[in-house]
């Protein structure tokens, strides 16, 4: 599973290799990000503002392009305070979408006028926490769900 240590490495490789091409998606749930951790994403892809949001193909529109918000699945992770988080991005200025309507939202396309720089698709879903028997507080037992998807 992907926790700080992972999310830093994946911050790094977006700020320095720059053959790479930008990413599209990014599905981390399941893992056990925190909430510093999905701000650090989020800051990482803004201060990479010359590639992102990316430039990729308009779904059914044969040949056209179209900055597209980077699709960001962070949910069922460690993060705490989802609300707090994205009133953070908010004064930050990093911009997003919650993606809530499927049929104007995707990982391809987006409803808004303005291009934010991510969607962040059910954020707000967080794994539950239970107590084990000793008292301390664990997450369920979750085949991790990890993908970056590049432009090819």
């Known amino acids: 599973r992907i926790s700080q240590g ?21 599905h981390l749930s399941h893992n056990e990000i925190d ?11 803004r ?10 193909p308009v779904e059914g529109v044969e040949g056209g392009m179209a900055h597209v918000p980077v699709w960001v699945r962070l949910n069922h992770n460690r993060i705490k305070d989802p609300a707090a988080v994205l009133r953070a991005f908010e004064v930050e200025g990093i911009t997003f979408c919650a993606a809530r309507n499927a049929h104007g939202c995707g990982p391809g396309r987006c409803q808004r006028t ?33 993908s970056v998807v590049m432009s090819s």
Do not use: W
């Not at 999310?7 to 990014?26: D, G, P, Q, S």
């Not at 909430?35 to 892809?45: K, P």
């Open 114 to 146: 303005e291009c934010p720089l991510a969607h962040l698709y059910l954020f707000a879903d967080q794994a539950p926490r239970r107590r084990d028997r000793d008292g301390r507080e664990g997450g369920r037992r979750v085949d991790s769900d990890t």
């Open 47 to 56: 201060e990479q503002r010359s590639r992102y949001p990316p430039k990729r």
């Open 35 to 45: 909430d510093d951790s999905a701000q650090e994403i989020l800051r990482t892809l």
């Open 6 to 26: 992972g999310v830093l490495a994946i911050c790094e490789f977006i700020r320095t290799n720059k053959r790479a091409a930008a990413v599209y998606e990014m």
